[in-house]
């Protein structure tokens, strides 16, 4: 291997697969870590941690790239999510002599938004699901497009992804009263408009192209189980395909790729409707987050397969498929409340072992959960010779696994492993659930069986957990940061003040202490540090009028409005972000914008003030 010192512009449980496959071919990783990840499974197991500038995130392209520089690095590996498919940050990349691991700009750029990768499948002759893929600005274009085609249809962000940035319109009626087109408009956001499938599977194929030209699809995968459309359960190869299709889906794949000259790994996804119709979706030009099946089915590693193709590498040997992998993703959302997020410290964690069974995760107990990230844990990768053995020891892994201290969806997906309606196929020979399955039955019986008034697991009335008695040792180890290099520094005992440092930042079963003492923000660090998430409608704040607040821990996404405005009941004022899921924070009554003390791109907690406005009393005077 040709690339030494590889950087890995990313955290948590991405990081660790990256800097494990790194670790494999001999060369040296290296991790940039903000404050929350000092302690990280990920910064321990990388060979070399640095501190990321004070105020500065893993989307701080500027801060990222002069790390790598100043390590020494030869090149980047950007995971997936945060800088992974920022055009300009590759070719900033580039530019500064180091290797990109990922697709060239110019591809990105035709695969990177909905519009552009629906304008490069209709040039590689593969249908998109049926829409217009101009921008959307008016509400008679979707009024005339709906006549057409019928509802519901889909409004989409072009710069959407993972389920946000998607209106779904019912009738004309809503779009008449539909925020997103003032959205988007207010903050420079371009919408296209697409007919939304209500019954469908959601396949895709992992795909590797190298510079010589060698294509492969390494196998298909099946997202077809979703929530709010992200997906929780994946399952590789595709079950239950229609004869000819897997032919099919190589063919568009092969299209997609060679269209744009694409080098590195892709994923492509469609849309297969119960009449046989195929629809192209996206591109995504990265790694994704259930790239483990296709590894376990075919034995390939692909971040080493991306390393070899970003030296301009051959693609060499794919093996066939071979039997078959599920991942459950496990996260912090009570499914009988209906995926409801859950938060709070976690106070027991045990992952499941055993024949066929791979955990990738990057938390530890006394973790703390909180609603401003992606609320995944960990992905369980369960593989059998054959999907019912898959299935089988799924069962058992979920059996096994115990996170207390926060609600997971565990029980979500133990129920879904007992449903015939995805364990088998149906009369014609197909799977019968659909992306909607979740949601409209799943999701609903659960909450109805639900007992009235049970306390949800893992919840604590409030009280913190008791901490761990320091055990008796004559050495002590400290994670320390020096001149911004995270270190490991071991002393002999007493040599230091009696203290109970690392108790609010370590599990019981760690040795390891940091070095600092008890952080304001309550024990543990945050699980999630670094992604992006909801809020939910903000209103006048602690019964102060014209004062309207945040009403949880969320980012600000987009301002809507400006000091002076005058607004009515309804105009949409802010836009929030939390667990993945957008938040429109809309004008309580008429008035006048008196004061905006917030700012895109800030975070903000429960409480804190969003807009000041004229109170109603006070409007006509205004």
Request: aromatic content about 4%; overall charge negative; proline content about 6%.
């Amino acid at each position: 291997m040709t690339l030494s010192r590889i950087l890995i512009a990313n955290r948590g449980e991405i990081a660790l697969r990256v800097v494990r496959t790194v670790r494999d071919l001999g060369a040296t990783s290296i991790l940039p870590y903000t404050p929350e990840d000092l302690m990280s499974p990920a910064a321990e197991l990388a060979d070399e941690a640095h501190a990321l500038p004070e105020g500065s995130s893993y989307t701080d392209a500027q801060a990222v790239l002069a790390l790598a520089q100043a390590t020494g690095a030869d090149a980047i590996h950007p995971g997936y999510g945060f800088l992974a498919e920022d055009a300009a940050f590759a070719q900033s990349v580039i530019d500064a002599g180091i290797t990109w691991v990922g697709p060239s700009p110019a591809a990105m750029e035709a695969l990177g938004d909905k519009m552009s990768a629906r304008r490069t499948a209709q040039a590689a002759g593969v249908d998109p699901v049926p829409g217009i893929t101009d921008s959307v600005t008016q509400t008679s274009t979707i009024t005339d497009f709906a006549a057409r085609h019928g509802y519901p249809v889909a409004l989409k962000r072009t710069d959407g992804g993972g389920g946000r940035g998607i209106t779904v319109l019912h009738s004309d009626e809503e779009v008449a009263t539909t925020p997103a087109l003032a959205s988007a408009a207010a903050g420079g956001g371009t919408l296209i408009l697409e007919r939304f499938v209500t019954a469908a599977r959601h396949i895709e194929t992992q795909c590797a192209r190298d510079a010589h030209g060698g294509f492969a699809v390494v196998s298909t995968r099946d997202c077809t189980l979703q929530r709010r459309n992200q997906k929780l359960l994946e399952e590789a190869p595709a079950p239950f395909l229609p004869e000819g299709l897997n032919e099919r889906l190589v063919e568009a794949s092969r299209r997609l790729m060679e269209t744009v000259d694409y080098v590195g790994v892709a994923t492509c996804e469609f849309l297969l409707t119960p009449e046989g119709d195929l629809w192209f979706l996206e591109v995504n030009p990265r790694l994704q987050v259930e790239h483990c099946v296709s590894e376990e089915v075919t034995g390939t590693d692909l971040v080493e397969v991306q390393l070899r193709l970003a030296e301009g590498g051959p693609l060499g040997r794919i093996d066939p498929v071979r039997g078959h992998s599920i991942e459950m993703r496990i996260t912090c959302e009570d499914p009988t409340r209906h995926l409801a997020p859950s938060t709070g410290v976690i106070s027991r964690l045990r992952w499941p072992a055993g024949p066929g069974i791979r955990i990738e995760s990057g938390v530890t107990e006394g973790d703390v959960v909180t609603p401003m990230f992606d609320p995944m844990l960990a992905k369980i990768v369960v593989t059998g010779a054959t999907r019912d053995q898959a299935l089988a020891r799924a069962r058992r892994a979920l059996a096994e696994t115990v996170v207390e201290g926060v609600t997971v969806c565990a029980g979500l997906h133990a129920h879904v492993l007992t449903q015939e309606a995805f364990t088998r196929s149906d009369e014609a020979g197909a799977l019968a659930v659909t992306t909607r399955w979740i949601e409209n039955e799943v999701l609903p019986e659960l909450a109805a069986g639900a007992t009235a008034g049970q306390e949800a697991p893992g919840e604590q009335d409030g009280e913190e957990a008791a901490l761990p008695e320091p055990s008796p040792r004559t050495r002590s180890s400290y994670i320390i940061e020096l001149n911004g290099r995270r270190m490991q520094l071991t002393l002999p005992d007493g040599i230091l003040a009696p203290t109970h440092y690392g108790h609010d930042f370590v599990s019981r079963s760690r040795r390891t202490q940091p070095l600092r003492g008890r952080s304001g923000a309550g024990p543990g660090r945050s699980a999630r540090a670094g992604a992006t998430g909801t809020g939910s409608s903000g209103g006048d704040a602690g019964g102060e009028p014209g004062v309207i607040a945040a009403p949880m821990q969320s980012i600000v996404t987009r301002i809507c409005t400006e000091p002076g405005a005058q607004v009515v009941q309804g105009d949409l004022l802010v836009v929030l972000e939390s667990m993945k899921m957008e938040n429109y924070v809309h004008a309580p009554h008429d008035g006048r914008i008196t004061d905006i003390p917030v700012s895109a791109g800030r975070t903000v907690t429960a409480g804190d003030v969003l807009v000041r406005m004229t109170a109603p009393e006070t409007t006509q005077e205004a």
